[in-house]
């Protein structure tokens, strides 16, 4: 017991230092990483570049391996940015819109004069969806016509225009259904959060072809590399996230006509030194501004609701499974169900679980656009195989004594296992178990593959928008090292419990 309690002191002694230091943060300046060798695209050989992986930058940038230069691949802008800053890179490819968001906000970067490429942005369709496809282009093509999408561009573009054209989606007939987009939301001006919704020209410009169709939008955020996929497989019926046609990609998806023009530009340290915010500003930019806390809460509400009902299954399905399993053994019969028991649990131990996730929510079920019950499922079945091998642990540690006590009690086999065996085992495997729900926990945290708003894709958010790495990622941190003390205390009483009714 003393040594629970020290450690419960520990960790709060650690919260408080890093409190501590956080307030009493001078605003000085820090220190700069030094100017980018690179100048010019011809100083792109031998370098070292950031990129977005996936798009078109990480496609063009991809010709320089061959030079010597060294492509450092991140699955979002803004954390090849924060690479850039801290010096990990000499450069980042990136579009022009998202890289003037980027440097407006970072001082010590500038935007090469030098174009690298031109691009045109476009919407993805799946191959077989020819109907859609075909309007969605008469609605581009209207929108074009009419001023719409110009105004829409100019209402995120431009420093007179700005702000001054928002999108206002008419009272129309949506009796044709829904038309599901997907998109990664940290793409400024083109979709990111604010104020805790997906807003950008890709939404808005969304929205006013779903208007045009009659049809009721609806957004899916995710990672950016599963966008395409996420058509092809029906879970989304476009995807719109300045996507540019390549001849790759048309292999594999359909693109409508282009509806603007973007230019990749290239992000260089400039050699000046940063201004280091206070506390205070820090906390404000990061949680207070535009009500970015909110990010925080929705994403803990979905990781809590995703691993209590994947505990739920993983119980469920892992103590069901453990009993087959030490019947088989115990009494050497149902051979072909023991192998098939076998198989199960050494396919879902022997694969990572983020690979299972993905497997059950684009091929498995390919047709369901619900992820939340998809990674219910998907953690639920992983956590099944874990807890299966404790149970049957807990329950092949028994002694076998104990088992014919109750058979020659006149108990039937169920009845022994059920009153006899599995609570003896259940206090043995309690810790764990425990441990195995922790790991649950913290496993949801990749849940944003299949576009789900949990707590760590909330930190993310909060990042994509401010750059500063410490304050969001340190918030998501404590949030789950509370989650876990609790857990971890619910399970010490429960033990404690436990071994009081074992002396009674």
């Not at 028994?398 to 009845?415: H, M, N, T, V």
């Amino acid at each position: 017991m003393k040594q629970k309690r020290g450690l419960y002191v520990l960790v709060v002694v650690v919260v408080l230092a890093i409190v501590a230091a956080l307030v009493f943060w001078p605003k000085q300046e820090e220190e700069s990483a030094g100017e980018s060798p690179v100048h010019t695209v011809d100083d792109l050989a031998g370098a070292s570049i950031g990129v977005q992986i996936g798009t078109i930058g990480d496609i063009n940038a991809s010709d320089y391996e061959a030079e010597g230069s060294t492509i450092a691949r991140y699955t979002k802008g803004a954390d090849a940015i924060q690479a850039l800053k801290q010096g990990k890179v000499d450069c980042v490819i990136i579009d022009e819109q998202p890289a003037n968001a980027f440097v407006e906000r970072n001082s010590d970067l500038s935007i090469l004069s030098e174009e690298f490429a031109v691009e045109e942005y476009a919407i993805c369709i799946a191959k077989e969806n020819t109907e859609l496809l075909d309007e969605v282009n008469a609605a581009i093509q209207t929108l074009k016509d009419n001023g719409t999408l110009e105004k829409i561009i100019q209402n995120y573009i431009g420093d007179s225009t700005k702000g001054q054209y928002p999108y206002e989606s008419p009272d129309v007939d949506r009796s044709n259904g829904e038309l599901v987009i997907a998109t990664n939301a940290t793409f400024e001006p083109y979709e990111y959060v604010d104020s805790g919704e997906i807003v950008g020209i890709d939404i808005d410009m969304s929205q006013a072809i779903a208007d045009e169709l009659g049809m009721e939008l609806v957004v899916q955020d995710m990672e950016f590399d599963s966008i395409i996929s996420a058509v092809q497989t029906g879970k989304a019926d476009m995807g719109v996230a300045g996507l540019t046609v390549t001849e790759d990609r048309l292999k594999s998806i359909n693109f409508t006509d282009s509806y603007t023009t973007s230019t990749q530009v290239i992000i260089v340290r400039n050699g000046t030194v940063a201004k280091t915010l206070s506390f205070s500003e820090r906390i404000y930019e990061n949680f207070v501004k535009n009500d970015r806390w909110q990010n925080l809460t929705q994403g803990l509400l979905n990781t809590i609701k995703i691993s209590f009902v994947a505990v739920l299954i993983g119980i469920s399905l892992g103590f069901l499974i453990a009993v087959l399993r030490a019947t088989c053994d115990m009494t050497g019969k149902y051979a072909p169900l023991n192998w098939l028991l076998k198989a199960y649990l050494t396919v879902i131990r022997g694969t990572p679980v983020m690979v299972q996730l993905l497997i059950i929510y684009y091929v498995i079920f390919a047709s369901t656009s619900y992820p939340v019950m998809v990674a219910c499922l998907a953690f639920g079945l992983n956590s099944s195989a874990y807890v299966a091998e404790i149970v049957r642990g807990g329950i092949m540690s028994i002694d076998p004594g104990q088992f014919e006590a109750g058979r020659s009690l006149g108990f039937s086999y169920a009845q022994t296992m059920w009153h006899f065996i599995l609570p003896q085992a259940f206090k043995n495997v309690l810790p764990a178990l425990g441990n195995e729900f922790i790991v649950l926990l913290k496993e949801t945290s990749i849940s944003g593959y299949i576009g789900i708003v949990d707590l760590t894709r909330g930190g993310d958010y909060i990042r994509s928008r401010t750059y500063d790495a410490f304050m969001p990622l340190i918030a998501v941190a404590l949030i789950y090292l509370i989650i876990v003390m609790g857990l971890s205390k619910l399970v010490s009483m429960m033990e404690a419990r436990l071994k009081n009714d074992g002396r009674n």
